[in-house]
């Protein structure tokens, strides 16, 4: 049934957000806002925000963000009539009554349902029965106990021609709801319609009320052409619209926060014997854009677990183009694939729950698969073929229809495929050249008199990023720069962290680049001196002088040589991760900025105001730290 807008508006205005979330989060009143920890997130800190007046709820920790209804579906993972139903229930609001054609069409729809629950009856007791021997044989060897096959209603269709078809005809039911359940084959040259399943294991495929909708059915007969057969599309039933299993999955889902699709049946059922209740499967076809918004609502990250064969690998590459344009902030997908050979079934079998969380805990994210694909699509070992990359990967990522999202993929691929270049990726191991150089020829002091080789920047770290930066120096990577300086032996401890930061100024990135070159090259100790005669050998010389100058008074303390080494450590360290931090929101909120003067809603405004006040925070952190 479809709702008119009026009616979904009067059920917002009678029910407050503030009371349909507090039923699940313990919120406390916050100026014109009510605040609470995510339920979403585990975290300690409230970042989950109410507001009544305007109709939604934001989370902060999660980006997740809605009215009274998306709460709703995504906590307990309702359908979207199911919400509107129950939420319209408890505001009081009366929802229209159904036309004359549609009260018509329900109780055709029910009688269908009850066919199709009479077929079921009949398979069960078909398997139990002495003509069920082979079936019961067959998942005695896949590991299927009666447990399992009652918990999944599993049943058996013998080889006789007309079986169902008679049983139902002896509980009243025309021969037309047969055919138009899908339970009889008819055509115009078929003169008798007869049974559509035969002697094949018998799987009930239920909606999300656990009423039974279709059958999938594997044949015990090694001449049958199909291994698998489902039932057809019908009124009740449409393969791409549903997922096998998911009335029993979505409880556990939402409790694991996690859904794992696999291929198959029995890979589901074989999942649930060992323990593992959240999969769920596609119906006989590759992933649709409907099973794709069934899986979300289970859960924002999906694991889609492909047998490990060629075929499994197809599988969750075209998985990728379907996600691809749908995908968003905080909606994705993970991959799963198992080892060559193998599918779900067999590894619950042999290795048990274990095995098979070892794999998921090992999903890879979109962009890796994506990554792969391509990569694995043609060679990379020249600059043309790298172009050739970069321009399918580019084409992949146009399908993005998040604008933000699609930034962030393109920031990630680009960063890969540099690193595919030779040079870039000296660039990039520079930094750790010094740990196969350190340790030698030290004398009696513990200094390494050789250590004065070199002075300038390699031509290579010359041309990198490193040296590319703004025209103005914040007082912190003075001080972090200024440190290693003075105290060139912690070079050994945070060149790699190093080599990974970014610098503001022209200055900071000539100095690190001099530094990163005086680790490499060093082969072991390097004493102040030496540091600060390469730096004059490479024009740095002004540059540190000016760097220097910008330290804080409260920082100047760490120029000492003499300074406390454990005191001295630990302000490094907190120095390295909040300028990495600063840096990267910073960033951030640059974009967050142009989103919102594009879009200029609420989303955008929010995610704009939580960047400012982590950044804020983080200024806080240092603010602290210094008055300490």
């Known amino acids: ?10 059920i917002r205005n009678r029910l407050p957000v503030s009371t349909v979330v507090g039923r699940r989060v313990a919120l406390k009143k916050a100026g014109r806002e009510w605040k609470g920890l995510s339920p979403f997130n585990a975290e300690k800190t409230p970042s989950f925000y109410v507001n009544d007046q305007k109709q939604f709820y934001h989370c902060f920790s999660s980006g997740k963000h809605g009215d009274i209804f998306d709460f709703v579906m995504e906590t307990e993972g309702l359908s979207f009539p199911e919400t509107v139903e129950r939420l319209a229930a408890e505001a009081g609001v009366a929802l229209p009554t159904e036309t004359h054609e549609e ?5 055709k729809r029910k009688t269908l349902y009850e066919v199709m629950e009479l077929s079921a009856q009949f398979f069960e007791a078909n398997l139990a029965g002495a003509a069920g021997a082979k079936a019961r044989d067959y998942l005695d060897r896949r ?5 399992i096959r009652k918990r999944f209603r599993i049943g058996y269709a013998s080889p006789d021609r007309y079986s169902l078809r008679d049983h139902l005809a002896d509980k009243g039911v025309p021969a037309e709801m047969m055919v138009e359940t899908g339970m009889l084959v008819s055509a115009e040259d078929i003169k008798v319609p007869y049974d559509r399943f035969r002697e094949r294991v018998m799987f009930p495929i239920s909606d999300m009320r656990g009423r039974i909708v279709a059958f999938g059915g594997r044949t015990l007969s090694a001449d049958v052409p199909a291994k698998y057969l489902n039932s057809p599309d019908t009124p009740l039933f449409n ?3 549903l997922l096998y299993n998911q009335h029993l999955a979505r409880n556990p889902a939402h409790d694991k926060g996690t859904v794992i699709a696999v291929e198959g049946y029995v890979d589901v059922i074989s999942l649930a014997a060992v323990g593992i209740h959240n999969a769920v499967a596609p119906l006989g076809t590759a992933l649709t854009e409907n099973q794709l918004a069934l899986l979300w609502r289970m859960a924002d990250e999906p694991i889609l677990c492909f047998d490990g064969d060629k075929a499994g690998r197809r599988a969750a590459f075209r998985a990728l183009d379907v996600a691809l344009p749908q995908i968003s902030a905080g909606k994705s997908l ?3 694939l198992l080892p060559d050979g193998q599918d779900p079934d067999d590894l619950a079998r042999s290795g048990g729950a274990a ?5 998921m805990a090992g999903a890879l994210p979109m962009v890796d698969m994506l990554w792969a694909r391509e990569t694995e699509a043609a060679p990379h070992d020249t600059p043309e073929r790298r172009a050739a990359l970069r321009a399918r990967l580019h084409a992949a990522l146009a399908h993005i229809s998040d604008e933000t999202l699609r930034q962030y993929y393109r ?5 890969r495929i540099a690193s595919l270049n030779p040079y870039q990726r000296q660039a990039q191991n520079a930094s750790s050249q010094w740990q196969n150089r350190g340790g030698r020829g030290f004398d009696r002091n513990g200094r390494n008199p050789a250590s004065a080789g070199r002075v300038s920047a390699s031509p290579v770290l010359a041309r990198s990023q490193l040296m590319v930066g703004g025209d103005k120096t914040s007082p912190r990577e003075s001080m972090i720069l200024g440190a290693l300086v003075f105290h060139p032996e912690l070079l050994q401890t945070h060149a790699e962290t190093l080599a990974l930061l970014e610098f503001e100024s022209p200055d900071a990135n000539g100095l690190c680049a001099v530094l990163l070159d005086c680790a490499a090259q060093s082969g072991g100790y390097l004493s102040v001196e030496v540091v600060q005669a390469r730096l004059e050998r490479a024009g740095q010389s002004d540059g540190l002088g000016a760097l220097l100058a910008r330290v804080r008074h409260g920082d100047r303390w760490v120029l000492d040589p003499h300074a406390d080494k454990i005191r001295l450590r630990g302000a490094l360290n907190q120095a390295l991760t909040l300028h990495h931090r600063e840096r990267t929101l910073h960033k951030e ?6 989103l919102f003067a594009e879009n200029n809603d609420e989303e955008s405004w929010a995610r704009l105001v939580d960047l400012q006040n982590q950044l804020h925070s983080v200024e806080g952190t240092e603010a602290d730290s210094d008055n300490g």
């Open 589 to 594: 909120l640059e974009l967050a900025r142009r």
């Open 143 to 147: 590991g299927l106990s009666a447990d």
């Open 334 to 336: 993970r991959f799963a």
């Open 411 to 415: 920031e990630d691929i680009n960063g």
């Open 355 to 359: 095995a098979l969380d070892r794999v």
């Open 103 to 107: 009260r018509e069409s329900d109780v």
């Open 239 to 241: 393969k791409g619209h």
């Open 1 to 10: 049934m479809r709702f008119a807008p009026s009616i979904l508006e009067e």
